[in-house]
């Protein structure tokens, strides 16, 4: 694999006290990462300025009523859905106790005019929930009110085969358990217990939404978001536990070889699994899970455990990035053939790690309109950047690009002002 096509450099590299998981990573707020360690501490990532220089900083948040002889099993953190404004952290987490483990979720969001996004005070203002169920993975989603507003909301699903809804009430300051189907129709009678869920605002008021199960069932829906209303409804049945399902949009010309090519968007959904080849379902809200493309050799370096899919190398097409219990990180990139329509995923790089990898983050840490890529591995948090040189020359051919379009575009204008000058000055002759 051509090393020279990699794109990053690693910045830094934040070891644990003890490790994490697959649902121990999460965004708080633009420029921060929270990462859960097993031991119970909670560690917040962030870049601040020390001397006149940026540098990385790891410190243990002390979140209230997590017991020393916790394990968390999964965090998330959200923005509120304007016009609300403030961060809110949830954490699950089972307390042993000896002869029994109870387990529970922890939802952190202080109300204090002030103190809605300050992470300290946030981590002190905890709404404390005994489960009745072990957790797994805790997402969140805006839904649709009934008001036309927006509200972002806490799923998290269980051992007991079921999503369960965490809603905010706002006249009381907390967030309560609501029915999943009335907001949710299409996670409710699940086939086992969901692994990793996804949902995707899509056009026309719609939504996506895409289940992986224990025992590799895999659900898709499509749901009108007003009722809310499952439109239609798709499963397939893998032959391992699914590891993660992503939604995302994927855009490509019906015809890059025709004169008048048109590009469309379709929606996609990636699949990985414990011991199967990973698969992109194209154009799902057409073609349901009926159109799968492998992607060849991602079953070579062990389970594939996270997934992303984000735009690397800044052409407009988003690159799809694994990454395996086997310590390599995988890029994948569309290659349309013919129709456009079909095509296949080629591997462009790969790269090795000391350690397994548990989940990637894209965003900007640095505050530098560039983002990183976030790798939390079982041994701590490798932070890896773009190459400057690359990226800056891209820059400068850009800029390149648009000065000579806009040359090209002011010749144009002065050549046709001065043909109807001359036509002006022929007719008056």
Known sequence: MLRESYPFVEDSFSRFPSQSNIYGLCQAGQQELLAATLKGKVVCFRYQELQQKIRPVAKEVQFTYIPVDAEIVSIDAFNKSLPKRGLVVGITFVKDSGDKATPFLNIYCDYE??????????????????????????????????????????LLSGHDQRIHLYKENASLHQFEEQPVERLFPELQQLPSNVLWLDVLSITGGRRLSAFGCQNGCVGLALVNQTGPEVLQSWRFQFDSPISTVLLFPLSCQTDPSAEKSVETEGYNLLVTSTIEMAVVYRDVQERGLSHPVCLSESDQWDAVLCALVIDLDFDGQKEVLLGTYGQELLCYKFQPAGSGRDGQFQLQWRRSFKSPLLSIIYLDLTGDGLR??????????????????????????????????????????????????????????
């Open 372 to 429: 990183e890529l976030a790798v939390l591995t079982l041994k701590g948090l490798h932070i890896l950047q773009h190459t400057l040189t690359s990226t800056a020359d891209l820059v400068l051919e850009r800029l390149a690009q648009r000065v000579s379009a806009l040359t090209a575009g002011s010749e144009l204008q002065s050549a046709k002002a001065q043909d109807a000058e001359e036509k002006k000055e022929g007719g008056s002759g």
């Open 113 to 154: 005019p002030g103190s809605e996004f300050n992470l300290e005070s946030i981590a002190q203002s905890c709404l404390n929930l005994e489960l009745q169920f072990t957790p797994f993975q805790l997402y969140h989603t805006e839904v649709q009110c009934d008001d036309g507003g927006r509200e972002t909301v806490f």
